[in-house]
């Protein structure tokens, strides 16, 4: 008869065998061996084996693995203080290639890690707030006559409570609206320059900003309360030893209104990674009245922005997909507000990065931005390690003696390849330290570049364990990878061939090698390509014809004490004139708002002879005769505002002037023909306008803006900025003069002012910024690829010494030497720079895109840096080439 | 007692070790204290316990003679050391100070 299977599965008792100490091998196997054959005849084979099996892991626990350790570490530790000595001599046998690892991975880690340190704040937004997976952002799209004319963030106050009441899914709404500057009184001093937002009561839940006084759930609820944030509290009352209890149930006064405010809760200041930024908050409910009962009821007025938060397990798409309804049910269309309105929800963890809405409070950047300057760092880093892996091989034959030696004592390959990426671990550690004593000596200008108080240590504390496991991973692999594949081509060596001295340089690892090289410097030459378009980009849009003139324009807040009564403007016109009598004023208006500032909208404008049912939008602004002039608005039709255009009374202004966009939208066929034209602007669609000129387009906002129809009207604001033109000279002085006069005509209010081309041209730090990184990094790009260019054009030459003696004695010039050596790296390096348009040309095709004004992308652009990489290079490899070719044949060929 | 503690399960191998003298080894304990009292032990936990109880001096080990059961391997046999005993015993009397302590009569209800 047939004996069943007996035999115990091999591959279980191979894993025993494995991690067993091998001295309890035999005794621990004997055991399970024999309960094997006992399970068999109590319970058949299956059961057997299945025990066998679940004994094995049973023994795979740390009483049993742990025993492995002494007879291992005795012959490792040998081993390995010999690795350490070799590595050491090698190090400094040949200083020049180990300083070129060493400072190339070196950099590559440091610029890594900067990038990192602010990549990961970038990423941290608003993570410190306890709901922020389940908190989203109400966004809102209007369409007019199929068009979209408004993307922004803000909308009616109706919105959050009546979603609330409507879908059961929303666990919390919060509503609020920025309440502008907090120019307070407290204990008759007065402070300016904070800035508050209107919160319901409903805001410090949705949002994690922890109280150190007050009650959290009703410290924005009655009106007229204000929770402040500890710096304002301090800068108000001078609290110092953090006990802030005693100030609450405290007044302040805040502009003009006579109403006191109490102080109801003092919160922490908002960490600098918050999209939100106040420095305090106003109860919402203060807006709302008896009498006025707009900002909780209203359909029409959109300054208010919601946040919901879902309950748990909520699909937020899901509920996004009923707005349509929602928005049919209660705007029937554009019925209620003048237009058709689509709401969103965006997730908060995209609201710093993936942000591009109009009125947004939200502290934004550029999210791609941000993902581009981390791929550009890791490029850095892999070209870095690239260069250690080119260098590595291409020496390997200087190693090849003692891997033959080593090879015939008796060390194995996996001995070799341990001994390799040893070497290699060590030479990255060296460079790590590198990396850090180059990150702490560049860090503090390197957050003046970014504008951000970052540091090392604040990043990997606040790292999460999985993360660091992640990095540390990364590293690691990173290690073992870049001394993988040397390793491996030199413990692969024949002892026999090696010592017998016939060895010579392979042909193997030939193809990698070039391979390497173009990529390097493909990276480097598409990185120059991008920094010369961003920054063309850049120069354009700091020196394009803005249709306005900001330069030498300072820019005076407005008393933020006055109020508007019928004798204002009276005063207006006369702290105007007395400021143009100063020496270097050119010119001075008022506005309500400056450039470079979002305006506002109004979306119900029509030509008075059109059907009521028909709806534009345009931006508005209110200036004062003198605005156009001042800035030099080119006047295309009609007239500009005459004094006689004011008056005192707002409901008695007629008089309009538009821009050309504007007409444009109107349907008017030519500047001329609107001049004149009636429109019907406000007053519940019943008020009208006549329009008096046509004024050309200008830049309101930033080149990435489009520019909007804009309607202007003639009149005044107690609290408006005043624009000065100055001659260029002593500007230091005409701002002394004009501060005279401030504190003449407006006693008791601060006088502040800056230059309206700088606060302008703050709309581009983004991107100056994002400029500034990539040159940055395109420099240490270049430096590391010629560093590799450098050791690797120099191994040849010292490989190709004796073929040059030769060459020179037959009679070769310098000049074909030269040529000789240089034509391989040559045509790598053409090769990369070819492959380098395509990448760089789709790319910053993508970048452009986000700029309405653009540069064009003609073809010089993309050859200069060709050309700049290939002299780059040439420059790079010449001086070891040249001192190659000069060697007198008589020394190099003298032992042959 | 000496300054080392036995666990339970360390004391019950050790006792075990003791009783099968020459013939202790993995798994005889298993099936000893399976026959005695009628406990189900894991024979991996057997082993460590035995080489923790070797690492205190308390047993030690040689290897058997080949036999051609268990596919040939040679078992590990283990044996007490004086000290072993030593540590029995000391733990024993300890253990007989401490229940003739306990009021041996209870009065029910109370």
């Known amino acids: 008869m047939k004996e069943p299977l007996r035999d115990p599965p091999p591959i279980p008792l191979r894993f025993l065998e494995w991690f067993c100490p091998p001295a309890l091998y035999e005794g621990i196997e004997g055991d399970l061996l024999e309960q094997f054959d006992m399970d068999i005849k109590a319970h058949g084979y299956k059961h057997a084996r299945r025990r066998l099996v679940l004994n094995i892991f049973r023994f795979f626990r740390p009483g049993i693995i742990l025993r492995n350790r002494f007879s291992f570490q005795l012959i490792d530790l040998i081993m390995f203080t010999n690795y350490l000595i070799v590595a050491y001599r090698n190090i400094r046998k040949s200083k020049a290639f180990s300083a070129i690892n060493v400072c190339g991975l070196g950099i590559g880690l440091a610029a890594c890690l900067l990038i990192f340190q602010f990549v990961s704040f970038e990423l941290s937004y608003d993570k410190f707030n306890e709901k922020f997976d389940r908190t989203y952002r109400v966004t809102n799209d209007r369409y007019q006559n199929g068009k979209l004319i408004q993307h922004g963030t803000i909308m009616y106050p109706t919105i959050g409570p009546t979603m609330a009441k409507d879908y059961p899914e929303i666990e919390e709404y919060t509503r609020l609206m920025p309440g502008g500057e907090l120019n307070v009184k407290v204990n008759d001093k007065n402070y300016r320059g904070d800035y508050c937002h209107f919160a319901d009561e409903h805001f410090l839940a949705v949002f994690t900003f922890p109280l150190l006084a007050g009650n959290k759930t009703t410290a924005l609820k009655d009106r007229f309360n204000i929770v402040l944030s500890e710096k304002t509290a301090k800068k108000y009352f001078g609290v110092t030893d953090g006990n802030y209890t005693d100030i609450i149930g405290k007044n302040l006064y805040w502009g003009l209104d006579v109403q006191p405010y109490t102080i109801s809760g003092v919160c922490i200041d908002p960490p600098p990674n918050s999209h939100i930024q106040f420095e305090g908050l106003v109860s919402y409910s203060t807006l709302i009245s008896a009498e006025e009962p707009h900002a909780d009821n209203s359909w029409t007025w959109s300054d208010m922005r919601h946040y919901l938060v879902l309950k748990p397990g909520a699909d937020y798409k899901t509920l996004e997909s009923k707005f349509e309804a929602f928005s049919e049910k209660y705007f029937q269309g554009d019925k209620v507000s003048g237009s058709v309105e689509k709401f969103f929800l965006q997730p908060l963890k995209e609201a710093h990065l993936y942000s591009d809405y109009e009125y947004d409070i939200a502290r934004t950047a550029n999210g791609k931005a941000v993902w581009a300057m981390l791929i550009v760092a890791l490029f850095i880093l892999l070209i870095a390690w690239i260069n250690y892996i080119n260098l590595t091989t291409s020496r390997a034959i200087d190693r090849a003696k003692e891997v033959g030696l080593r090879k015939v004592m008796g060390a194995v390959k996996s001995q070799l390849i341990k001994q390799f990426i040893f070497e290699s671990f060590l030479i990255t550690v060296l460079a790590f330290v590198f990396a850090f004593i180059l990150v702490i000596t560049l860090q503090s200008s390197f957050n003046q570049i970014v504008n951000n108080k970052l540091s090392l240590t604040t990043i990997i504390t606040s790292l999460s364990s999985g993360n660091i496991l992640i990095v540390v991973a990364v590293i690691i692999a990173c290690v073992i990878l870049s001394g993988f594949y040397p390793a491996f081509i030199l413990s692969s060596y024949q002892p026999a061939v090696v010592l017998k001295g016939k060895f010579q340089r392979s042909s193997r690892g030939h193809f990698l090698r070039k391979a390497l090289v173009i990529f390097q410097f493909t990276a480097s030459a598409a990185l120059i390509t991008g920094t010369i378009i961003v920054s063309r980009q850049l120069v354009y849009m700091n020196s394009a014809d803005l249709g306005i003139d900001i330069h030498n324009t300072l820019i005076v807040q407005g008393p933020e004490l006055s109020g508007y009564d019928s004798t204002f403007i009276q005063r207006a016109e006369s702290y105007k004139h007395a400021l143009l009598q100063v020496d270097g004023v050119v010119n001075a208006a008022t506005s309500n708002n400056i450039p470079g500032n979002r305006l506002g909208r109004s979306f119900g404008i029509r030509l008075a002879e059109e059907p009521s049912s028909s709806h534009y939008t345009m931006s508005n602004m209110s200036v004062d005769y003198s605005f156009f002039d001042t800035y030099n608005v080119a006047l295309l039709a009609g007239r500009k505002f005459l004094p006689t255009d004011h008056k005192v009374n707002f409901d008695d202004l007629n008089t309009v002037i538009i821009n050309r966009n504007a007409v444009k939208l109107l349907g008017i066929d030519s500047v001329q023909n609107a001049v004149g034209k009636e429109i019907v602007w406000g007053g519940d669609g019943t008020r009208k306008w006549t329009i008096v000129g046509v004024v050309g387009d200008f830049h309101q906002e930033s080149l990435k803006k489009p520019m909007e129809p804009m309607i202007f009207r003639p009149s005044y604001g107690a609290n408006n900025p005043t624009s000065i033109r100055l001659k260029t000279a002593d500007t230091q002085k005409v701002i002394a003069d004009i501060e005279g006069i401030y504190k003449n005509f407006f006693p008791g209010n601060s006088f502040e002012y800056f230059f309206l081309r700088d606060s302008y041209q703050r709309q581009y730090n983004d991107d100056n910024r994002f400029g500034k990184v990539i040159s940055i990094f395109t420099v240490l790009a270049i430096i590391i690829s010629c560093l590799g260019l450098i050791g690797l054009s120099s191994y040849t030459a010292v490989q190709r010494t004796k073929e040059i003696g030769v060459r020179k004695v037959l009679g070769a010039s310098i000049y074909s030497i030269v040529t000789l050596l240089s034509v391989d790296f040559m045509k790598l390096v053409c090769i990369a720079a070819l492959l380098s348009l395509p990448i760089a040309y789709y790319s910053m095709q993508n970048w452009l895109q986000g700029y309405t004004y653009r540069i064009t992308l003609s073809w010089m652009l993309f050859v200069m840096p060709v050309f700049v990489v290939l002299m780059i290079a040439l420059f790079t490899i010449s001086a070891q080439v040249l001192r190659a070719a000069m060697s007198n044949p008589a020394d190099t060929l003298k032992y042959e | ?110």
């Open chain 2, 1 to 110: 007692m000496g300054k080392e503690y036995l666990g339970e399960f360390e004391e019950l191998i050790l006792t075990m070790v003791g009783i099968l003298a020459e013939d202790s080894y993995g798994n005889a304990i298993v099936a000893e204290i399976k026959d005695r009292i009628g406990r189900d032990v894991n024979l991996s936990a057997v082993h460590v316990t035995l080489y923790r109880l070797e690492d205190k001096g308390l047993i030690k080990s040689h290897m058997g003679g080949a036999t051609n059961a268990r596919g040939g391997r040679r078992k590990r046999i283990f044996t007490i050391t004086n000290a072993g005993l030593a540590m029995l015993r000391a733990m024993k009397e300890v253990r007989m100070d401490l229940w003739k302590l306990i009021p041996q009569l209870k009065i029910a209800g109370s």
